[in-house]
């Protein structure tokens, strides 16, 4: 049973195919970044159009490298929100074609659930019920998991998410866009201890979390120096990403304290964060928890976590009509379970 995965809720365009024996078999990946740096975030008008110019060809060229015809192709997978509307629809109306034209299922999926998912590519599956904590541009959120597909809310983001707040303080550092990945790498070289920032929301009871005056803060750090040199700002990147990490790991291991689980799976763009993956491993060390997070290409946006989600919805029967709906916004809390039991 092989799958043909796309994902296009975004500024990058993926396409992949899993097979139920074989794994992943292809995955193509192709990356707007160029096309938006110029306006240092996502122009969405811009994305759906790079999207149609792209998916189609990406897929023949995808069978063409898996040596696959599309006959042996028996459903396909898209991602189907949330995200950019425009950029969905060409991603639900490519896939939707494509399966009436090949008389095979469809299914949409949830973005969220694939980065989620994305972690059994590569590692052992991690046994329900578990924790999971979902950092990507545009989602921060803990959701308590408690058999497939069954998503309940335990804290979120009451403004910005993580990846955005590094994305903005990158902007402030005079860093390109994306900025998770160029903060990481400048905080490498940053000072330790010669700023500390504050860890917002850990001294309240709960699972919220909030960004925003995190970035003020760091916003006003900047303003407070005379000059700035580049060791001031690699000093800055890292104070601020050590505060983000701190608190992700304070509510992680709150949440995980609460519910009495004993498992979290990290997964979104963020997870990417080297820094971030220490300090967990770290916890699940010292609490002798098990944690679980995707291989660093599979964190970021990726045509394999579609296909490899849609297998899973697929292989217990779950199809669409070929009416083309797309979904924005879409909380996972409305997802039905993949196994009904
Ligand atoms: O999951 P993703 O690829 O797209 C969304 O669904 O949003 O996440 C992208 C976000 C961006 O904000 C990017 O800056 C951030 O993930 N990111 C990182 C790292 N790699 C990507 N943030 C911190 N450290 C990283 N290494
Ligand atoms: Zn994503």
């Known amino acids: 049973m092989k799958i043909l995965g796309i994902e296009t809720s975004c500024d990058e365009t993926g396409v992949a195919l899993y097979d139920k024996d074989q794994g992943l078999i292809a995955d193509l990946l192709y990356s707007q970044v160029d096309l938006h740096k110029k306006y240092g975030g996502v122009v969405p008008e811009l994305a759906s159009r790079d999207h149609i110019r792209k998916t189609l060809p990406m897929i023949d060229q995808l069978l063409d490298e898996a040596g696959c015809s599309h006959q042996e192709i028996s459903g396909i997978a898209y991602t189907s929100g949330p995200g950019l509307v425009g950029a969905l629809l060409v991603g639900a109306s490519i896939a939707k074609s494509l399966a009436l034209a090949w008389g095979i299922p469809s299914i949409g999926i949830h973005h969220m659930e694939g980065h989620l998912l994305a972690a059994k590519l590569s590692s ?15 989602h921060t959120q803990l959701l308590g998991c408690e058999r497939p597909g ?10 910005d998410a993580a990846g955005e707040a590094f994305d903005k303080v990158a902007k402030m550092l005079d860093l390109p866009y994306p900025g998770g990945p160029e903060v990481a790498a400048l905080a490498l070289k940053g000072r330790k201890d010669r700023f500390k920032f504050p860890r917002p929301m850990t001294n309240k009871p709960g699972l919220n979390f909030s960004f925003s005056g995190l970035k003020t803060y760091t916003l006003n750090t ?10 001031d700002k690699a000093d800055i990147a890292l104070a601020f990403q050590t505060a983000v990490v701190d608190t992700i790991r304070i509510k992680c291991q709150r ?22 993956r220490e300090r967990l491993d770290a916890m699940a060390t ?4 098990n944690i679980y997070y995707p291989e660093p290409r599979f964190c970021t946006d990726n045509g394999a976590m579609i296909a490899y989600a849609g297998y899973e919805r697929l292989i217990q029967g779950q199809t669409e009509s070929h009416s083309i709906n797309v979904r924005p916004r879409w909380p996972m809390t409305e997802l039905p379970p993949i196994v009904n039991t």
């Open 124 to 138: 052992e599956p991690a046994q329900y019920p578990f924790v999971a904590l979902l950092i990507s541009g545009g």
């Open 150 to 159: 069954c998503y309940a809310i335990l804290g979120e983001s009451l403004d």
């Open 222 to 231: 900047l303003h407070g120096l005379k000059t700035i040199n580049a060791g």
């Open 255 to 276: 949440a995980l304290r609460e519910t009495g689980y004993s498992s979290l799976v990290m997964a979104g763009g963020v997870s990417a964060n080297v820094a971030l």
């Open 286 to 289: 010292e609490l002798n928890l």
